[in-house]
């Protein structure tokens, strides 16, 4: 079982629309989840940190994170052709080692 | 604030061949990583930094990499000698080292094939 596993998608939603980006990941212990943003040819890109159990907003991004069924997801409101892009969860696990899914891609269609 | 910087961007190499990537962290960050990402794989751990220290190279995949990081600051990553499956995207990511889990921050990568 991978650490960290996340649809590879395509995922295809209309301009305007919600995208809902999910993530779950194996070890129980671990406390700090990231998203990033990675377009194409270029470096990922952090949007989102959370630590704790619930929502987290930050403009048009909100994580939501539930330790006790181990999920973390994205959500990306009004979403514009810009968001267009591949999404990476990321999970802090102990010995300062970072794991990645393996993204999901998101296509925004005008 | 200057980012992660890498370089080379790509390079093209034929196996057997030594390759050497470099890493210059956001200056006055203390952790350094290298990533790799195979095609159609996630992006995998090699090794971490701290300062010019090792502490952590549980990733790297055998003894024909080199990772090395004289004085704490920029890194160098050599594969000697490459093989095919060594081709992917090297990235170098760096955080500061403070007692909270910091947020990553990429370079660009290095685009290696070894043909």
């Known amino acids: 079982q991978k650490e960290v596993e996340q649809n590879s998608g395509p995922l295809s939603v209309p301009e305007g629309a919600i995208a809902s980006l999910n993530c779950t990941y194996s070890d129980r212990g671990s406390q700090s989840f990231f998203w990033y943003r990675q377009y194409s040819g270029k470096s990922p890109e952090l949007i989102m940190s959370?630590?704790?159990?619930g929502d987290k907003e930050d403009g048009r991004f909100t994580a939501q994170l539930n330790k006790a069924s181990q999920y973390v997801s994205l959500l990306i409101r009004d979403s514009q052709p810009s968001d267009s892009a591949t999404y990476l969860c990321?999970?802090?696990?102990?010995?300062?080692?970072?794991?990645f899914g393996t993204g999901t891609s998101l296509t925004v269609i005008p | 604030e200057a980012g992660v910087t890498q370089f080379p961007s790509h390079s093209v190499i034929e196996k057997g061949q030594t390759v050497t990537l470099r890493c210059d962290p956001i200056?006055?960050?203390?952790?350094l990583y290298w990533y790799r990402r195979v095609m159609g794989k996630e992006i995998k751990f090699l090794l971490h930094?701290?300062?010019?220290?090792?502490?952590?190279e549980s990733g790297m995949p055998n003894n024909r990499f080199l990772a090395e990081r004289t004085g704490g600051t920029y890194s160098t990553l050599k594969v000697q000698p490459a093989e095919l499956e060594d081709s992917g995207v090297y990235f170098c990511?760096?955080?500061?080292?403070?007692?909270?889990?910091?947020?990553?921050?990429f370079g660009n990568g290095t685009r290696l094939t070894v043909t």
């Open positions: 990321a999970v802090h696990l102990t010995g300062n080692q970072f794991y």
């Open positions: 930094f701290v300062k010019e220290s090792k502490q952590d």
């Open positions: 959370i630590y704790s159990n």
């Open positions: 990511a760096s955080s500061q080292a403070v007692n909270w889990v910091a947020p990553l921050h």
């Open positions: 200056s006055g960050h203390d952790n």
